[in-house]
């Protein structure tokens, strides 16, 4: 097959990303605008404002973008956009928008799920996992550890039963009176921290399934800042525990999957996995076993366009279905199992 040229649009969250992916010559161009600054004041996401930043962003970023490839809209052969899940407002923002400037050019469009997106996110890296591996997938909405044996494989191995890791790490910035967005502040935080000094559970470690819950570890904090009062040392060495005792079950798991799938290489994708000691952790304990672990590149591992644009190529040379007239979709609840039996 010829290569293929693909533009990528998220938008279903806080950041905007535009990419421009060739299966030839793999990324050439890619831009992302986080609203962080935007929604801080409010401690959260706040979905009208994003909307409509989404609506001010795309453009810029698609000439910016294009720019960048030294490219023009003539040599774009398909776009892909995130269709889910997320929030509706601003999952309508990219999809609409594709879809018209689809239908302008036209050339197809075609849905991504974002959580597709980034499982793949990996293989965009300078040296790519091959098939089989297992992933782990760790973003703000989803804690999932899945068997991947092609572009559209997908097994379910478990799932966390409540809070996802990127909600607890969130959560929990929140009651140690860090801003938004939690997840990194609470790394930070944990930096200058000594796990140790407090003891929180591990929950479900030994529970032998691949099965995750780490709503009880936000209210084991939640009780130990109620206990308090907590200075600047305590609350550091609160965080540090917190992601020790994250880490411990994610790589704990995450080992357990490899070897019950009998394989030797582990993909982990999703904000979460830009956490420094998750990443520590997990080299040093697979390093042990044998086991071969691939990261996103650091950039590619929060939202961005990059990981839209390669999944919407992946997807069309696996002969996906696409749109022509403008029609769009989204799915701000797009079910897991669908997304499992896409492929
Ligand atoms: O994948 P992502 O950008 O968006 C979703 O699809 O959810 O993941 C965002 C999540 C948030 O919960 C954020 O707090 C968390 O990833 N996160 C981190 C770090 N960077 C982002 N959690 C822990 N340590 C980090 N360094
Ligand atoms: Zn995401």
């Known amino acids: 097959m010829p290569g293929m040229r693909v533009l990528g649009f998220e938008s279903s969250c806080d950041e905007t990303g535009v990419a421009f992916y060739d299966t030839d010559r793999g990324l050439l161009g890619h831009a992302v605008h986080s609203q962080v600054e935007m ?29 960048e490839a030294g490219a023009s809209m003539d040599d774009v052969d398909a776009i892909a956009y995130t269709a889910g899940p997320g929030l509706a407002g601003a999952l309508l923002v990219g999809a609409s928008f594709a879809a018209a400037l689809a239908l302008a050019r036209g050339i197809p469009a075609l849905p991504v799920h974002h959580l597709e997106g980034h499982l793949l996110s990996p293989l965009l890296g ?13 973003s703000g909405g989803h804690t999932q ?29 929140k009651l140690l009176g860090l801003g938004y967005p939690g997840g990194p502040a609470l790394a930070r935080l944990a930096e200058s921290g000594t796990p140790g000094r407090f003891k929180l559970p591990r929950p479900m470690l030994h529970s032998g399934d691949l099965d995750f819950s780490f709503s009880g570890l936000k209210t084991a904090v939640l009780t130990a800042v109620r206990a308090g009062p907590l200075d600047d040392a305590g609350r550091a060495d609160l965080a540090a525990e917190f992601q020790e005792a994250v880490t411990e079950v994610l790589v704990t798991k995450s080992l357990a999957a490899v070897s019950s799938c009998g394989m030797q290489r582990l993909v982990v994708a999703g904000g979460v996995g830009a956490n420094r000691r998750l990443r520590e952790r997990l ?51 797009w079910p897991l199992q669908e997304f499992l039996s896409a492929g």
């Open 39 to 67: 929604h801080e004041a409010y401690g959260g996401v706040v979905p009208e404002l994003a909307s409509r930043d989404h609506i001010r962003r795309l453009v810029p970023l698609l000439l910016r973008v294009l720019a």
């Open 126 to 138: 300078r040296d790519p996992p091959a098939f089989p591996f297992v992933a782990l997938l760790v």
């Open 145 to 173: 550890l899945m068997r991947v044996t092609a572009v559209g494989a997908y097994e379910l191995l478990g799932e966390s039963l409540d809070d996802a890791a990127g909600e607890a790490f969130d959560k929990t910035a």
């Open 283 to 333: 080299d040093l304990a697979a390093a042990k076993v044998g086991v071969r672990v691939y990261y996103p590149e650091l950039e590619l591992c929060t939202d961005n366009g990059a990981m839209i644009a390669f999944c919407g190529a992946q997807r069309l040379l696996a002969g996906a279905a696409t749109s022509e007239n403008g029609a769009f979709a989204v799915r701000p609840r």
